[in-house]
């Protein structure tokens, strides 16, 4: 079982900045492939980024450039620093964690950018 905690989300205005965090469980947490996805009201659940064991990194192309994903193996963390924030970014951010054939989530942290 791997518990998943996220952290760092709040109101901030468009163009702002933010760095959300996803506290991880469990001791091999290198071998984890974790990610980050997104739901916004009335709309279905979204990619965002992804990052394997290796620091191999993928985005969704609207955040591209704007969102970098990272990870600490000795903290069991995993980053999303997310730059230049706009009104359609607003949304409950979770993190995901894929650990061989099984997929975990954490509950989600609310990101709200006002205009």
């Known amino acids: 079982q791997v518990q998943l905690i996220e952290s760092g989300g709040g109101l901030v205005q468009a163009g702002g900045s933010l760095r959300l965090s996803c506290a991880a469980s469990g001791r091999t947490f290198g071998d984890y492939y974790m990610g980050w996805s997104r739901q916004a009201p009335g709309k279905e659940r979204e990619f965002v980024a992804a990052?394997?064991?290796?620091?191999?990194?993928s985005y969704a192309d609207s955040v591209k450039d704007r969102f970098t994903i990272s990870r600490d193996n000795a903290k069991n963390t995993v980053y999303l620093q997310v730059h230049s924030l706009k009104p359609e970014d607003t949304a409950v951010y979770y993190c995901y964690a894929k650990v061989f054939t099984r997929d975990y989530w954490g509950q989600g942290t609310q990101v709200t950018v006002s205009s």
């Open positions: 990052i394997n064991w290796s620091g191999s990194t």
